[in-house]
């Protein structure tokens, strides 16, 4: 195979600022040796993985990569830096800068040599060798593994030969296991894992490992990369006292390390903090906490230990109503599906059970709304279930449904269902750290755990806090049903604010949430129903405003944007606001600001003109469902022409960096601009 690294892809005075144009400029030598096909479309992939996790790593370490369709061959550039580029790194910026690029089918000999570089970044002395090299060409042989003149004695372990130590350090540390077996070290097996498997993955790996041997306990790591991994012997687990799991994509098989106590976080806490990890398990082993070892899901973690209780609560939050959303979705199209069949008065019809014609009309009318209707009452105790699953896994979600449930009963609604959540959720993670005898451990997440927090949450529903949640709720409804003129037009707007905020993110969904839980019941108000089409309006003027700008003036777009806008115009059409972050990640500060302010426009618009929605999505195919239908969709056209405006307007303004092709180009999605640097999480 070629070398992935020569001394033409080594830079030992690089100077850029920004770690986009850090990534630009190593890029750019991996296209003049043919490494890397398309430039930019590479380095929008650069990016698109840098906005999943910041990729500076503790030690002046950074490490963009990504695997592209653009790459030919997998390569390294690598970048030495005197002033230092900002990676997100904890610690500050980076002044040793590593461009992975691996081809979307890399091999697995590349793949493995690569994992091996990620771990040989977490030796000192290879980094520090790194520091002092001399020249480009002795800097590439080092990060090869070159044999120096004068024998093996060199400052750092050769990638090459540590790719093999690499792929089997499970085995290697398995062995070390069974030699110590008479001392009976405690026991800890890990798994790490990271979106793109070439890097991070490994380097937590080998953190872990170094930490297990500082603390002298025996730990073994399974590395889930890109190259397929190998499976700890069952054995090694079975005997294991604890598990780490440090991880951004789902733990696969992760049913094997159930009924242990475990600590799950982030891949890139495994790299910057394993010693704390190893202490925090051992004490969660002290007190008998265990895990129920449920197959991972991207919204289970209720947040990460450092995260502060902002952050931790909005994830909770966001498990809940993204489980609660397909009830939302299924549920009232089938209840606007019935309107629409059968009238408003199909509402009133018996039930299909004792009345059901195949050949009428009414009947199947009747059918789908009572179908949407039993889909809408799970939607409270789906939201508390889930938000408690998000707090304390699978133990918490017994008394979350019983929480939500007792909510909607006593007409607590959607307040009832997120203080039904959390209760829950807290009742379950301090249940589990009262410290247990050995002998019950294994009945606790089965039935005493579920036992005694769904007794204490429905006691608190039911006598404590439920009653003036309840009237709370009430009196939230008496206003909205209140509202009128002016104020229903500055609700309009602050909820059309809000839905192109964050383009599907948590701000959005507040306000989707918001909507949907008045319309939520078997007969919502005029007013919730005017706030369901205000909210849905909003939500469609961004990718509709993003393909019309791209229509009128496609030459301020790249040709990937061009395309991205074509499909905006389905995507938008059918209200999913999510088609418009391709263009926001590229350009958020001209992008977001021109959506809100269409979103705001077209929000207030449907509230001054009465517009009303029973169907919580489906975008212009509910329009036969929709109240003053024409002024609705008059509403939409204006927000959208305002955004396309100025967003063309703003990037009209852009001057052109240095060598684009044309002006304000925003395919730069890694050009050192200020705009660049916060590109909006999907």
Not at 199 to 210: D, F, I, K
Not at 475 to 491: K, V
Request: charged content about 15%; glycine content about 12%; hydrophobic content about 50%.
């Amino acid at each position: 195979m070629s070398e992935m690294i020569t001394a033409d892809l080594v830079d030992l005075d690089l100077s850029a600022d920004t770690k986009e144009a850090a990534a630009r400029a190593l890029a750019e030598r991996m296209v003049a040796q043919g490494r890397v096909t398309d430039l930019e479309g590479f380095l929008a992939d650069v990016a698109a993985r840098e906005a999943q996790m910041p990729t500076g790593l503790d030690g002046g370490i950074g490490i963009p990569h990504c695997r592209s369709e653009y790459v030919t061959e997998p390569s390294l550039a690598f970048g030495r830096s005197a002033e230092g580029v900002d990676f997100g790194a904890p610690d500050g910026p980076a002044d040793l800068i590593f461009l992975i690029a691996a081809p979307a089918g890399a091999d697995d000999a590349h793949l493995t040599i690569l994992s091996a570089l990620a771990r040989q970044l977490m030796n000192a002395e290879f980094t520090s060798a790194l520091r002092s090299v001399g020249d480009a060409e002795s800097a590439a042989a080092l990060i090869r593994g070159d044999e120096p003149e004068g024998g093996a004695d060199s400052a750092a372990t050769p990638v090459a030969a540590s790719a093999g130590a690499a792929a089997g350090s499970s085995t290697a540390s398995t062995a070390a296991a069974d030699t110590g077996a008479d001392a009976q070290p405690f026991r800890i097996v890990a798994v790490t894992s990271c979106p793109t498997g070439i890097a991070h993955t490994y380097m937590a790996a080998e953190a872990l490992e170094n930490a297990g041997r500082d603390a002298g306990v025996e730990l073994v790591v399974e590395p889930q990369g890109s190259a397929g991994f190998t499976r700890l012997d069952p054995a090694v687990i079975a005997a294991a006292d604890a598990v780490i799991f440090a991880h951004d994509v789902p733990v696969r098989e992760k049913e094997r390390f159930a009924g242990k106590p475990t600590v799950d976080v982030g891949v890139k806490a495994g790299i910057n903090r394993p010693a704390e990890l190893i202490t925090e398990v051992r004490g969660k082993a002290e007190r008998g906490e265990v895990s129920g070892g449920s197959a991972p899901t991207p919204v289970e973690r209720g947040g990460e230990a450092g995260e502060g209780y902002g952050s931790m609560l909005r994830k909770w939050l966001m498990s809940g109503v993204s489980y609660m959303v397909p009830f939302v979705a299924a549920g009232g199209l089938l209840i606007a599906l019935g309107f629409a069949i059968g009238g408003y008065e199909i509402k009133s019809a018996p039930s299909v059970m004792d009345h059901f014609v195949w050949t009428q009309t009414d009947s199947w009318a009747a059918l789908m709304f009572q179908i949407g209707a039993v889909a809408f009452g799970f939607l409270v105790p789906v939201l508390a279930g889930y938000i408690a699953y998000g707090m304390a896994d699978r133990p918490g979600l017994v008394p979350g449904f019983v929480g939500g449930m007792i909510a909607s009963t006593i007409n607590a609604g959607f307040l009832g269902g997120l203080a039904a959540g959390l209760i829950a959720g807290g009742v379950v993670l301090a249940i589990q750290k009262v410290k247990i005898p050995k002998a019950v451990r294994g009945i606790m997440p089965v039935v005493v755990i579920p036992l005694i927090s769904t007794a204490i949450v429905g006691f608190l529903m039911f006598v404590v806090i439920g009653k003036p949640i309840a009237s709370a709720q009430k009196g939230m409804t008496d206003w909205l049903n209140g509202l009128s003129g002016s104020n229903a037009i500055l609700l309009g707007a602050l909820l059309g604010l809000m839905m192109c905020f964050d383009l599907g993110g948590p701000v959005n969904k507040v306000a989707y949430t918001f909507a949907t839980a008045g319309i939520a019941v078997s007969s919502p108000s005029d007013s919730a129903m005017k706030i369901m089409a205000a909210v849905m309006a909003a939500g469609m003027v961004p990718p509709l405003a993003m393909a019309l700008a791209t229509t009128v003036r496609g030459k301020l777009f790249t040709e990937t944007e061009r395309e991205n806008g074509k499909a905006a115009w389905v995507l938008g059409a059918s209200f999913i606001s999510e088609g418009a972050i391709p263009f926001a990640a590229a350009d958020p500060l001209r992008v977001i600001p021109s959506a809100m302010v269409g979103g705001a426009i077209t929000g207030s618009l449907s509230m001054a003109f009465g517009a009303t929605l029973r169907a919580p999505h489906g975008g212009i195919f509910v329009v036969p469902l929709i109240g003053h239908a024409f002024l609705y969709l008059i509403a939409i056209a204006v927000g959208m022409c305002v955004s396309a405006a100025l967003v063309v307007v703003l990037k009209g303004m852009r001057k052109s960096p240095a060598g684009s092709a044309a002006p304000g180009a925003p395919e730069d999605m890694s050009a050192p601009t200020a705009d660049t640097k916060q590109p909006v999480a999907a």
